[in-house]
């Protein structure tokens, strides 16, 4: 089946530096990608989706100049979070999507910003 | 935009017994509507999903049925086992433009042995 990695799985990082998410399709080409982050006990919430050579389209309330999204070839998408605070910390996790079949996700991140 | 509301929000059920989980869409334009089991610090894994030309599903202990008059679906989980116990979500996606999905907040299930 279809398959997404996500890198790095976790990372610790100190307040004010940016981190980069790496999300990779393996084996087919993901012509749209998702990022979401999702808070302890608490649902996905989609933070933005991206097409391949395009903008990403943010969700209201998602800071675009925060959390950059870079859909640069049909199997890498990345979100580099900057400036990164305590209240950035918490789990990003990508999804892609092929155009006949459904969703995959990543493994996801787990950011602690301290 | 479309808003999915899932329940119960917890649920424990003893070995064997049955779950079931509800899940209401509000944009009659959805027509794919999977579930995902997240176990703790995973990824979502779909276990089973349906689209809107079916009214219901199975998959050997796992089932969904789907109304689409009343715009709700649910998952049926038979003979429950203590590793069935995870967060499990519905979402739902129209299938069109962005085909985003938007999902439930979760039902966390126990399956007590």
């Known amino acids: 089946g279809a398959v997404v990695s996500q890198h790095p799985s976790w990372v610790i990082c100190k307040s004010g530096t940016s981190v980069k998410i790496e999300c990779r399709s393996l084996?087919?080409?993901?012509?749209?990608m998702f990022w979401y982050r999702q808070f302890p006990k608490q649902s996905l919430m989609l933070m933005a989706t991206?097409?391949?050579?395009?903008?990403?389209?943010?969700e209201q309330g998602v800071e675009k100049d925060k959390f950059l999204i870079n859909h640069a070839s049909l199997t890498l998408s990345t979100l580099t979070v900057t400036s990164a605070h305590p209240e950035d910390s918490s789990f990003y996790i990508c999804?892609?999507?092929?155009?006949?079949?459904?969703?995959?996700f990543g493994s996801g991140t787990r950011l602690t910003v301290v | 935009g479309e808003n999915v509301e899932q329940h119960p929000s917890t649920l424990s059920v003893q070995e064997g017994d049955s779950a079931v989980i509800k899940c209401t869409y509000s944009d009659s334009a959805s027509n794919y509507f999977p579930w995902y089991k997240q176990e703790l610090g995973k990824r979502p894994q779909l276990i089973i999903d349906?689209?809107?030309?079916?009214g219901e599903k199975k998959d050997q202990r796992i089932a969904v049925t789907l109304n689409k008059t009343a715009k709700h679906f649910s998952l049926h989980i038979t003979e429950t086992q203590p590793e069935d116990s995870a967060v499990y979500f519905c979402a739902a996606s129209k299938g069109a433009g962005s085909y985003q999905l938007t999902f439930g907040k979760g039902t966390k299930l126990s399956v007590i042995p």
């Open positions: 991206s097409n391949e050579g395009s903008k990403a389209t943010y």
């Open positions: 349906i689209r809107s030309n079916v």
């Open positions: 084996d087919f080409q993901a012509t749209t």
């Open positions: 999804s892609a999507r092929e155009d006949s079949e459904g969703y995959t």
